[in-house]
């Protein structure tokens, strides 16, 4: 796990009691110098991997690893990646270890010759071994130092926290416990990844849900753990694009992590019960509330201005309502960014790790409970789908005297269904869930554009007066172009759900059968 914080705080972090109490020895202090390889045209890491020989005194490490934050893992804030070692006679990147069977394809032969300096970190590190208990045992290396890439460089103030035996609720433990007396964020990105951002130049890029990887034989208990971890890892996943501010997608996905991580709680509650601090102040609604209001400027700015302006019918006027709403969408923005930076945040998602991977809501369950919890989760999925289909049923069976606050009832309650359903559709096959989800999708898409519109079409209202470079001729013009194009969209949604109810539910179907074992007839 790695948490990053401020250069200042840094010189703090040895000293704090959750360290002092369970250092096992001294920490040890080093110059390491690392020396990143790739091709000119960065074959290696569009491959999803990283070579670099780093200098420890006078040893050379050839290490060979696996990058990229996007990779499928089951996983939150703990980064799973794969890494090979060596011992070389020099700073040069020795190819023979890189013939071997399995490492082979991962630096393919034809880029061996090509390989060159791409990058390199300079940076101190200090280590100490912690015991938090007889079983555990976390390596925590503090860096300080920078990332070069030719001119560009990059600070490096970070703790690395490395599970070296014990469970994984550990390291969330420590890293709370150290966040409490310094300000800490988690992050998601390796030094790699960082360095190589800086020779491209490029921008994070968002970071769509991940497949879910549920099988006939998959407990409930073990469901929720997988399913909460691949929410938190989406969320965290695409804080560096919302930070950057390059792309709205990366705040929208927060967004989208936040409500899947919800309606996962939900869903299981009748099992699991609620986590202690979703209890007290509801942290994942502050977080969803936070990044709100931002998110309803980059729909006005995406959705309406972007395109209008791309049409025949772009007013002279609209470069400069644009200018308005990216003013106007500063401050929201700024806050998002607080939310995301802030302690409460990084308090939130590491409580929220600890919880789900300390397991006490399955290991201390009531018998009956827990009983639940070590069935397989396909007998429990088909009921709680049911539910969530009942409920959008209920909500769209006037749809077609439905006002905006009916179709926006109906478009909750299907985009629970439609998260229920990406959780679940491992369980059954591919023939029966396809049908279901693309129909669900194509109503549910319809009702998203209906809703942005709605905002989009309050903001511009409301523009004008609140930003004075706004032209109120040119907003109404917008309003005017959003309003007819919305009419349409409208128009299609009667059809879409009549096509959705007569789609056949995939949970009446049968669920796979589990993987027959050996000796089983």
Request: glycine share 8%; proline share 6%; with cysteine.
């Amino acid at each position: 796990m790695k948490l990053h914080l401020d250069p200042r705080d840094l010189g703090r972090v040895l000293g704090l009691e959750a360290l002092r109490e369970r250092a096992e020895g001294e920490p040890v202090t080093r110059h390491l110098r690392t020396v990143y390889f790739d091709t000119p045209d960065l074959r290696l890491f569009a491959g999803g991997v990283a070579l670099r020989v780093r200098q420890d005194g006078d040893r050379f490490i050839q290490t060979l690893k696996t990058v990229n934050s996007a990779t499928t893992g089951d996983s939150a804030a703990v980064a799973v990646r794969k890494e090979w070692e060596w011992t070389i006679a020099t700073a040069t990147p020795d190819l023979a270890p890189l013939e071997a069977e399995g490492i082979a394809a991962l630096v393919p032969a034809e880029t061996r010759s090509a390989l060159a300096p791409i990058f390199t970190t300079d940076f101190r590190r200090t280590v100490l071994l912690v015991r938090p208990d007889a079983l555990t045992a976390i390596e925590v290396a503090v860096d300080e130092g920078e990332i070069a890439a030719g001119t560009a460089c990059a600070r490096i103030s970070e703790v690395e926290l490395e599970l070296k035996s014990g469970r994984v609720s550990r390291l969330f433990d420590l890293a709370l416990a150290l966040q409490r007396g310094v300000p800490m964020r988690i992050g998601t990105e390796s030094k790699a990844e960082l360095g190589y951002r800086l020779v491209t130049g490029r921008l994070p890029a968002p970071v769509l849900p991940e497949p879910l990887g549920l099988s006939p034989v998959t407990t409930a208990a073990e469901a929720y753990r997988h399913i909460v971890r691949h929410c938190l890892r989406q969320l965290l996943a695409n804080e560096a694009c919302a930070l950057a501010d390059g792309d709205v997608e990366g705040l929208h996905q927060m967004r989208v992590a936040l409500r899947r991580l919800r309606t996962a709680f939900r869903l299981f509650r009748p099992v699991t019960g609620k986590p202690d601090l979703c209890r007290a102040g509801d942290g994942l609604r502050w977080l969803t509330g936070q990044l709100g209001p931002a998110r309803e400027w980059d729909v006005l700015l995406s959705g309406v201005i972007e395109p209008f302006a791309a049409s025949a019918k772009a007013p002279a006027g609209l470069p400069a309502l644009a200018a308005a709403v990216r003013e106007a969408r500063r401050a929201p923005t700024h806050m998002a960014m607080e939310a995301i930076l802030s302690p409460r945040c990084t308090g939130l998602l590491l409580a929220l790790g600890a919880w789900v991977e300390e397991g006490r809501w399955h290991t201390g369950a009531e018998p009956a409970l827990r009983a639940q919890l070590d069935r397989p989760v396909a007998e429990l999925a088909g009921g709680w789908l049911a539910t969530q289909h009942a409920k959008a049923m209920k909500a769209g069976k006037e749809l077609d005297n439905a006002d905006t606050k009916a179709l926006d009832t109906l478009r909750r309650r299907l985009r629970k269904l439609r998260y229920a359903a990406e959780f679940f559709r491992g369980l059954y096959a591919p023939e029966a869930t396809h049908p279901f989800i693309a129909a669900l999708e194509a109503v549910l898409g319809e009702l998203d554009a209906d809703h942005d519109t709605a905002i989009a079409r309050n903001l511009l209202r409301t523009l004008p007066a609140i930003a004075p470079g706004a032209d109120p001729a040119v907003a109404d013009a917008a309003l005017k172009w959003l309003n007819k194009r919305a009419e349409k969209r409208r128009k299609a949604i009667p059809d879409l759900w009549k096509a959705f109810k007569e789609t056949p539910v995939f949970w009446e179907a049968r669920a796979l059968t589990r993987p027959r074992r050996e000796g089983e007839g």
